[in-house]
């Protein structure tokens, strides 16, 4: 478990932008267990081979679990991603083939993607009493200081 960092924290970093993808699923019908448990397995294979690539363009990530599961992750562009999501040899396109062809139509399992990108002057983020989490924990956290102790403040964009 991480340790608590007492007091506020928040985000500052040389990127210019950073691409933020949710992705998730939903058990419709939980005795079809054949359907989701693939779905359910697929995702940890995909994590591992984008952690063991450098260059994968993986800054960090965070998933819950539940009926409905959700992973939020943190990637250095949207080219990085799209290139992981179609490259034929990476664990995303055969599992991508298999849903299709065998649950997607039964209906007993969702899945959804959302894809923002954000400028950094776009965004803030805070953290209080946590451990290094969300976007702090993929590019990294400072204590809250001058110049940064209100939203608008960390929001370059507010005026």
């Known amino acids: ?83 992981f999501a179609s490259d034929p040899d990476a664990p995303h396109a055969p599992a991508w083939r298999a849903f299709n062809r065998s649950v997607a139509a039964t209906g007993h399992v969702g899945v959804w993607h959302e894809t923002y990108t954000a400028t950094a002057q776009d965004s803030e983020a805070i953290y209080v009493n946590m451990p290094t989490f969300g976007l702090a924990g993929a590019i990294g956290g400072i204590p809250v200081g001058t110049g940064s102790h209100t939203w608008k403040q960390r929001m370059k964009s507010a005026k």
């Open 1 to 83: 478990m991480q340790p608590i960092i007492d007091g506020r924290t928040t985000v500052e970093s040389d990127r210019d932008t950073v691409t933020v993808f949710l992705i998730g699923m939903r058990i419709n019908n939980p005795l079809a267990v054949r359907s989701w448990l693939p779905a359910v397995r697929a995702m940890p294979r995909m994590l591992s081979h984008l952690e063991q690539d450098p260059t994968s363009g993986l800054l960090g990530y965070h998933s819950w679990l539940g009926r409905t599961t959700m992973l939020v992750s943190y990637w250095r562009n949207a080219e990085d991603l799209t290139r």
